[in-house]
């Protein structure tokens, strides 16, 4: 999958523009995922081998599945990420990997892999935060976006607004105090008989339904404060499913998605006033939600601010945004030993 030709951007002082090829391995939950990079920006190839099919079946990830998974897979995912991008191990500037967050015996997998071709290889290795990864996927579309920003991160783990004055530079404005919005969504999902993974099939839904019929609870936190909490949703969600048996369930998941849009949407708008910034930038896999797609691109249209949001395939869990950081890092003057471990809680 190809993208676009552009270099990296240059304004950033600390990091100079130059010509990389990483390879970036992705196995921190229930994606196995090698991809080829020029540059931080060009994707020259991005395999992505999806388990979601054997997780389904259990209602959620489980993570002695998912290492055993990536073990049969990586080396043929890598082999053809190489393939694919018409590219031998001696091109490459170096091996890149997800070495946190995540599940801990899936983290290795890649780690063990990655460590083994940079050491065969004599190849530079670099330990990649996952959550820097979901940001720099938006490097790998043009236009890239410049400096500062507000970045809207929505994962099945995390849901944070990060300030990023500069390449690399991450400043944690906000985050969840519970659940993280895909969380809430899969559990949501789950509570209605409607199957895994939940977002997907909740967005799918929600296409058909009112999202004026009921009106669900938007947690309100201290003044000021950027962080959720999206508990008492999931549960206002799940009372009101299990005592209205006959409102339809499309309706049901309309007015849900819209409650956590409203709030990611009202959280995310006021950390750019707060940061008086005119560009906002989402990424994670929730972000390939339309109704946040839509919401949110109209809102900034109003509001004169510049919206990034990746495609959606760059928005799940996908190995060409841990090869964009590599480049980025490596620029800096980074590098990882091969005492490179994984890190379930690596703070970003
Ligand atoms: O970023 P991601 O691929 O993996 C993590 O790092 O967690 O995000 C996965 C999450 C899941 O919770 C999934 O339900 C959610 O992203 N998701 C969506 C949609 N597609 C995926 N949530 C809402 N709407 C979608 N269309
Ligand atoms: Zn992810």
Known sequence: MKTNNQQPTTNNQRV????????GIETSCDETSAAVVQSGSEVLSNIIASQVDIHRRFGGVVPEIASRQHLELVNGVVAEALQAAGTELGDLTGIAVTNGPGLVGALVVGIATAKAMAFAASLPLLGINHMAGHIYANFLQSPQPEFPFVC????????DIVYMPEHLSFELLG?????????VFDKTARAMGLGYPGGPVIDRLAAEGNPAAVDFPRARLEEGSFDFSFSGLKTAVLRYFQSNPDVPPEDTAASFQRAVVDVLAERAFRACDDKGVERLVLAGGVAVNSEL?????????????????PAPILCTDNAAMIASVAHFRYLRGDSDPLTLDADANLPL
């Open 293 to 309: 797609r839509r919401r949110f691109a109209a809102e900034a249209e109003q509001r004169g601010i510049e919206l990034h949001i």
């Open 175 to 183: 985050r969840t105090r519970d659940d993280a919005a895909g969380e």
């Open 152 to 159: 809207l991160v929505v994962s099945g783990g995390h849901t």
């Open 16 to 23: 100079p523009a130059g010509h990389t090829l990483w390879l």
